[in-house]
């Protein structure tokens, strides 16, 4: 859809074909640069969900929820050290277990996203969404 000559027309027509959720930047590399787009985007989306993604952070979130955003896909991780078993590189950068990291979820970031999108009050329209945002779901 972020290639679309006019997104908005095409999300428009996206829930008579079963669609729920669209994940999209508003054709920008980053969501928050596409606000514009992302605007018209929730202004004809009728039942089906926008959820913004690409570049998101815990910051951009409350400016998201503001243009009606009511999801959000963003990468919230922290790289962290290796702990306990055995190392082998696997095609690694590094040249020993001391050295190597892997990403692992940031929770502080998550739950920030989280606090974003309830406190701007708005409610889902995904019932797997709310679900989740009300912890019913892992």
Sequence with gaps: I??????AAVIARLAGLGVQ???????AARAADGAATLTRMV???GDVQIMAGGGVSPADVPDLAALGIDAVHLSA??????????WIPLGAGTT?????????????????ARAAIQSAGRPSRSPSAASYLNGELP
């Design 21 to 27: 959720r669209v994940l999209t930047s508003g054709g």
């Design 43 to 45: 202004d004809a989306s």
């Design 96 to 112: 020993s277990c001391d050295d190597d990291i892997h990403f692992v979820t940031n929770a502080g970031a998550v739950a920030a």
């Design 77 to 86: 991780k922290q790289a962290a050290p290796r702990s306990g078993g055995s």
């Design 2 to 7: 972020d290639q679309a000559t006019d997104p």
